[in-house]
């Protein structure tokens, strides 16, 4: 969605790195492929990247990858750590805004609770996010932990913007 926004709305040249090891992007361009096939889809790593409406999709992106999207002229970079561990932590912190994105529902409330706790000293570099969760485990998270939490509108497509994400997305990326 942060893609969909940067690109269709900013008009900003964007890439998304995948930096874990889900495959949800190889999943992506078996799918969604555009107009320009190719003999053989990437799914096997890392290459040159694919696109779905007009943002670059980058599987299994290493540093090669970073410069590659400088090469290219992308304006924004949205990259997909997945879950934050410490091999993956530094490179999240070198990010020039560090969205942390969770669920707060009844029964994951104690695993955000701890991790964000947890990283209390990240509290001035991250922006926290949720996509589901209990209104009033969302406030209570945001008392506990004495930070503010915004909650991601549903979406049906992650890749359309609606005016409910255009409203979403410009309360804090220009």
């Given at each position: ?108 409330l104690a695993d955000f609770a701890a991790l964000a706790a947890e990283k209390q000293k990240w509290k001035k570099w991250c922006e926290y996010f949720v996509s589901f969760g209990e209104e009033e485990a ?37």
């Amino acid at each position: 969605m942060t893609a969909a926004y940067l690109s269709g709305v900013l008009c900003r040249r964007t890439a998304v790195l995948e930096q874990n090891e889900s495959g949800s992007f190889a999943q992506l361009e078996k799918i969604f492929r555009t107009g320009k096939r190719r003999e053989k889809p990437v799914i096997d790593g890392a290459g040159q990247p694919f696109e779905i409406r007009g943002i670059f999709f980058y599987q299994k992106a290493e540093r090669a990858e970073w410069y590659d999207c400088s090469e290219r002229g992308m304006e924004a970079m949205v990259i997909d750590f997945g879950a934050l561990t410490q091999k993956n932590q530094d490179a999240f912190f070198r990010c020039s805004r560090c969205f942390l994105v969770g669920s707060v529902s009844g029964w994951q409330l104690a695993d955000f609770a701890a991790l964000a706790a947890e990283k209390q000293k990240w509290k001035k570099w991250c922006e926290y996010f949720v996509s589901f969760g209990e209104e009033e485990a969302v406030k209570m998270a945001e008392q506990y932990l004495d930070i503010r939490i915004r909650r991601i509108p549903l979406q049906k497509n992650a890749l359309m913007v609606t005016g409910e994400s255009m409203t979403f997305f410009g309360k804090f990326l220009r």
